[in-house]
């Protein structure tokens, strides 16, 4: 078996199924809203974001392009670079009200993610996260999180082109929007509970001399 499956197998049996992606109301805007406020943010403060938003009743592509800007604002304040994650979330809601529906439809991954490439404030992970969260296509995320996993435990170059690195999940494992969404969860688990930024924990070194 490749480490890299093999490596999902350990962790998905240590932490169990993650149930991704975190959303209080199931509706696919809220996901895309959260795939955008968590730019360069924690997720904590995304959460306090979107809370404000279910509040004022602002969690629809209408909804938020019907919102003066300085209002949508102070509504997102709490997730940080609050004026320009207005401008995307206003560009995404414009972009999804003409396209969600050939967006559902469409099962060409790459050229849909092309599409959402070309939106105001969508780079790489924004656009796979809403690819694969929200739509349900088969794609892989790669965050910091990934990254680290993959130059301490799965020998590869954490510095690789976002698309290279990618390649390497994907190469991997089987097309299965499943899979891809529970292995970046469960990425997620493993680094804030022991793969840590400032160095590895107990489960490291017992995924190290099983994964490998």
């Known amino acids: 078996m490749n480490p890299i499956r093999k490596l999902f197998d350990i962790l998905f049996d240590y932490y169990g199924p993650q149930k991704w992606w975190p959303c209080q109301t199931g ?91 070309a939106v105001k404030g969508v780079g790489r992970e924004t656009a796979d996260s809403i690819l694969l969260y929200a739509f349900n296509k088969p794609i892989f995320v790669i965050d910091a999180y990934t990254r680290r996993i993959a130059e301490r435990h799965l020998h590869l170059d954490g510095t690789l082109h976002y698309d290279t690195l990618q390649k390497f999940f994907m190469d991997a494992l089987l097309p299965d929007v499943a899979i891809f969404n529970e292995y970046h969860a469960l990425i ?24 490998i």
């Open 188 to 211: 997620v688990a493993f680094c804030k509970e022991s793969c840590h930024k400032s160095g590895c924990g107990e489960i490291c070194s017992k995924i190290s001399d099983i994964a």
């Open 27 to 117: 509706l696919r805007w809220e996901i895309i809203t959260g795939a955008i406020l968590t730019q360069n943010t924690a997720w904590t403060n995304v959460e306090k974001a979107i809370g404000n938003l279910l509040v004022a009743d602002v969690m629809s592509p209408e909804s938020v392009l019907a919102t003066p800007d300085e209002q949508l604002q102070e509504l997102i304040r709490p997730a940080g670079f609050f004026t320009q994650k207005c401008a995307y979330l206003k560009a995404m809601a414009a972009f999804m009200l003409e396209r969600e529906v050939a967006f559902e439809q469409s099962t060409d991954v790459w050229a849909l993610r092309r599409e959402m490439l």
